[in-house]
């Protein structure tokens, strides 16, 4: 089963429009994901950049989605780069996602129109497989 993420609320970016650097695989085996398959690696120094600029100055929802395993990482670094700055989280990805369809919140932050934002995932320092699907950004309410 894939989630259509023409069907999301919000701002979604799928992994296959993230600007992947280093070795990445594509998977299909762990559902439900979004869109046409998930990616994850665990290659020294790969990152995945999701962009995105919102359309309104303000506050917003930030939300990874990933399918849990035993090798994924354990901390996967994720940063969200916003009109507040950078914040990095670490994400357990052996654990299921604690939000609905496999989506996990990062955070509310504050974005700015017009300007660019992203999540961006790595692999340093991730203790396994970082996994990456889609990202989501929702009004926060």
């Known amino acids: 089963d894939s989630i259509d993420p023409k069907k999301l609320e919000g701002i979604v970016i799928d992994d296959t429009e993230a600007e992947l650097n280093g070795k990445w695989a594509h998977g299909e085996g762990l559902k439900p994901y979004v869109g046409e398959y998930y990616s994850y690696g665990s290659e ?4 995945a950049r999701f962009a995105f600029s919102v359309k309104e100055t303000g506050k917003y929802e930030v939300r990874i989605f990933f399918q849990p395993h035993a090798n994924r990482a354990k901390h996967a670094p994720v940063t969200v780069l916003s ?43 991730a203790g396994g497989n970082v996994h990456l699907d889609a990202v989501q950004v929702v009004p926060a309410k």
């Open 44 to 47: 020294k120094n790969a990152s």
């Open 83 to 125: 009109a507040d700055g950078e914040k990095v989280i670490a994400i357990d990805q052996t654990k299921p996602a604690k939000g609905k369809q496999g989506a996990e919140s990062l955070g509310v932050f504050t974005f700015t129109a017009g300007e660019e934002a992203a999540v961006i995932f790595r692999t340093a320092g």
